[in-house]
């Protein structure tokens, strides 16, 4: 998937970047290992910016130097971060999590200079699946995706934040999933451990987990879609 992003992205040379819901900072450290430049990561999570420091202190000075985490929303403005914009804003299967997806968009567009682009990867639902259906409430209900974006809204809002959008490609077929009755086997399973764990701790592991199953089921079905969208801001 990273290699795929990296082929997609314009030719960098010291980019100045923003990985919005960066996550334990894979994405970052992937990208400045290869293009160099200067990043910060996003994350809500203080336990992930914590680890994906300690990763960065641990690959040297230079890189810890380079790569910076902080816990702060991808909502929040991000120009006090790129005061002169951002050559390149990255959103890696993050946006889901967003309460507003065409909001976030909007949001991070203003953080790019001008020629800067916005890359996303990220699930996107078919045009014929109901809201609904019960593996999409319990995919959306598990990983917290409650205004997962269609790909006809994800359109609009790259268009309405004055993005072009210059790249869309498919990625579904690099999606690996369990032969059919595994993965009914084990959405049986992590069914049956939410119903009896509830809202505990380990409860809400399993909620998920069972959402991870879901999503398979809605990509066995064909009803799940793996984007690549890479968006740019005219220069």
């Not at 040379?13 to 334990?24: F, N």
């Not at 065409?102 to 078919?126: F, M, Q, W």
Request: with cysteine.
């Amino acid at each position: 998937m990273h290699e795929r992003l990296l082929g997609a992205l314009p030719r960098l040379s010291a980019p100045r970047v923003i990985d919005a819901g960066c996550g334990l900072g894979g994405t970052t450290l992937y990208l400045h290992a290869r293009v160099g430049g200067s990043y910060d990561g996003l994350t809500l999570s203080p336990t992930q910016r914590a680890r994906a420091a300690r990763e960065a202190q641990r690959r040297g000075r230079a890189v810890a130097g380079s790569c910076r985490f902080h816990v702060r929303s991808y909502d929040d403005d991000v120009r006090d971060l790129v005061p002169q914009g951002a050559d390149l804003i990255v959103a890696i299967e993050s946006l889901a999590h967003s309460p507003d997806p065409a909001r976030t968009i909007g949001n991070l567009a203003r953080g790019l200079r001008p020629g800067g682009s916005l890359a996303v990867i990220d699930d996107v639902p078919a045009d014929e699946l109901r809201d609904d259906d019960p593996d999409f409430m319990g995919f959306k209900e598990g990983w917290h995706a409650l205004h997962l974006a269609r790909a006809g809204a994800l359109d609009g809002a790259l268009r309405g934040a004055d993005l072009q959008v210059v790249r869309d490609e498919d990625l579904t077929p690099l999606v690996i999933l369990r032969d059919p009755a595994a993965r009914e086997r084990r959405a049986r399973m992590s069914g049956a451990l939410k119903r009896v764990l509830g809202r505990s701790a380990a409860g809400q592991l399993t909620d998920a987990l069972h959402g991870g199953m879901m999503l398979e089921r809605l990509y066995g079905r064909g009803l799940m879609r793996y984007k690549l969208l890479v968006a740019r801001r005219a220069g």
